[in-house]
């Protein structure tokens, strides 16, 4: 019997095929998914690598034979496959590995209108369905068989991005956008057709195998040709997208990197525009600008942990018109509060549009701060280690500590947060301070602690 211990994480399957998972268990996958979800219809989409089409049909034979009808949307984004589920009212699967290798696959599962299934939402029970399948024999089929139909939406998602960003009278700009070979290839021309933009577009050919670069922009070494680019023609903004094109990533005129803690503040601000007094959601590691602007927007910031399943949580809780996370990914309540990197980045060609100065001028105003960036460690005992940074920092004047997500430690000039991957034995450190001399003080100060 395979071992899903390996492959079901806490929001999704992910793993390498076929060692660890095949067509065959995607077809349990998919009866077991029907089962939970208890629909009668469901909607499937895929990304460009080479075993997603395989997966995705096995998926959908899957549920079709539990009397489920199944709509393929085929190639497509992730956050395509959250407009489907919104859009037709339908649980969905989308088959994607997002930024990791090839050889990687994994399903995002969500339930009609794009609501997270995670471990405590459904996965859980998927995964028992599975392994009770897999032990004993499929499922007994349904007396009749659902329909497996073919439906294009890539239309109507671009459509549906566009009616809530107006950039028709926007000046024109120059964007050169990186699509690492991933589903940003797919769905970018669309979406980008008939605005006043020239788009000079960096590895749009679709290719699961990766022959670029690593479809993860989070790694600055991803977006080295994307600045390169920028720089060398003159272009107004650079955008890279990452694998399943869910996150979105800027670089201003002169390629430098611009921090998704500023676009998190830049979106919030027009959002905030739209929805006077409206609530906004940011993680932990988001910077001091956020909340700041948030408030002076007239806006209410409610911080949460880092994850995409605690951020849709607290935006169905609060009601949330905005939320951001410092990994690019940013969610809308106009889009059935899930993630879209391209709907953030239609907002930032829409404010870069909308005034005569460069992308560098505009966001400097929401990125105020000094910060780190995330550095990992590798330590052997991470409970051991945190509790020494807690004990180092408990009782130092003007210091406040909480543990919302890992450690997060506050005064009137820095913070700092570090908290444990799930999945390595890493410590993560991301530090902020009002210089860079202080940000790098602290830094070194908690770091010489965690690496003693």
């Known amino acids: 019997m395979p071992d899903l211990s390996q492959i079901v994480k806490a929001y999704d399957v992910r793993g390498v095929v076929p060692d660890q998972w095949d067509e065959s268990l995607s077809e349990l996958f998919g009866a077991a998914f029907a089962r939970v979800t208890g629909a009668d219809a469901i909607v499937v989409g895929h990304d460009m690598r080479p075993s997603s089409p395989g997966l995705a049909r096995a998926f959908a034979r899957g549920a079709a034979s539990l009397g489920v009808d199944v709509t393929e949307i085929g190639l497509c984004s992730t956050d395509q496959l ?40 459904g996965l859980a ?23 497996i139909t073919q439906r294009d939406v890539l239309a109507d998602y671009a459509a549906h991005l566009r009616s809530l960003v107006d950039l028709t009278a926007i000046r024109p700009l120059k964007v050169v956008v990186d699509a690492g070979n991933g589903m940003g290839g797919h769905t970018v021309p669309t979406v980008f057709e008939g605005l006043p933009l020239e788009l000079d577009a960096l590895y749009f050919e679709l290719d699961g195998t ?4 690593e479809a993860n922009p989070l790694d600055p070494k991803n977006i080295v040709d994307l600045q390169a680019r920028v720089r060398e023609t003159g272009a107004d903004i650079g955008l890279a997208f990452d694998g399943d094109a ?22 919030a601000a ?5 929805h006077p007094g409206g609530t906004v959601i940011h993680n932990c590691i988001t910077s001091w600008s956020v909340p700041e602007i948030v408030k002076e927007n007239g806006g209410s910031p409610v911080r949460t942990r880092v994850g995409h399943s605690f951020i849709k949580a607290e935006m169905a809780r609060t009601g949330a018109i905005f939320g951001g996370e410092h990994s690019a990914h940013y969610y809308f309540r106009d889009f059935w509060n899930a993630d879209t990197g391209m709907l953030a980045a239609l907002h930032v060609l ?24 995330e550095i990992n460690s590798t330590v052997d005992d991470q409970t051991g280690r945190m509790e020494a ?17 890992g450690l997060t430690v506050t005064t009137a000039d820095w913070w700092f947060n570090l908290r444990p991957s799930n999945t390595e034995p890493l410590l993560r450190l991301n530090v902020e301070a009002r210089d860079t001399e202080t940000a790098a003080g602290v830094r070194d100060e908690v770091l010489s602690i965690v690496r003693a």
């Open 82 to 121: 959250y407009f489907a589920s919104g859009y037709l009212g339908l649980p969905g699967a989308m088959f994607t590995a997002s930024h990791n290798p090839a050889r990687y696959n994994g399903i995002k599962m969500c339930r009609a209108g794009a609501a997270p299934i995670g471990q405590d939402t």
């Open 389 to 405: 940074v807690k004990a180092a920092y408990e009782g130092r004047e003007g210091a406040e500590l909480d543990e919302l997500d």
């Open 246 to 267: 869910d996150r979105c990533f800027v670089v201003d005129e002169r390629g430098e990197p611009v921090s998704p803690s500023a676009v998190t503040a830049l979106v």
């Open 270 to 274: 027009r959002e905030l525009a739209k």
């Open 210 to 213: 990766f022959p670029n670069h």
């Open 125 to 147: 029970d998927i995964r028992a369905l599975v392994e009770e399948w897999a032990g004993t024999g499929a499922p007994e089929p349904a007396a009749e068989s659902g329909t």
């Open 350 to 373: 829409a404010a870069l549009g909308g005034q005569k100065g460069p992308l560098s001028d505009l966001v400097g105003q929401y990125d105020r701060y000094a910060a780190s960036g």
